[in-house]
Nanobody
């Protein structure tokens, strides 16, 4: 089982980016999926989370600007980031609670991280 994140890059303040994360491998079920970020010198924080039913929650600093969504059939989660600010600069990690075919319970899996830089 692995998660593969993509879509990071350099963007000017006020710009937009869309992150994608694909889950692959011997997966029986995926529960909650989410995006975390870690800025230099700071702890990793939860940015947005979406349950298997589609309920979402966001950290206050991105509410109204970021939108998390998922495609259960494709085993993917997305993060649409609009009105980006320099303080959004960080490495973004996708996360998912996955039950493998060979497993006995859900475990947390992490993507490799994708760098988002917001700068003029």
């Amino acid at each position: 089982v692995q998660l593969q994140a993509s879509g990071g890059g350099l963007v000017q303040p006020g710009g937009s980016l869309r992150l994608s994360c694909a889950a692959s491998g011997s997966i029986f079920s995926i529960n909650a999926m989410g995006w975390y970020r870690q800025a230099p010198g700071k702890q990793r924080e939860l940015v947005a989370r979406i349950t298997s039913e589609g309920s979402t929650n966001y950290v206050d600093s991105v509410k109204g600007r970021f939108t998390i969504s998922r495609d259960n059939a494709k085993k993917m989660v997305y993060l649409q980031m609009n009105s980006l600010k320099p303080e959004d600069t960080a490495v973004y990690y996708c996360n998912a609670a996955i039950l493998p075919h060979y497993g006995t319970g859900y475990s947390d899996y992490w993507g490799q991280g994708t760098l988002v830089t917001v700068s003029s």
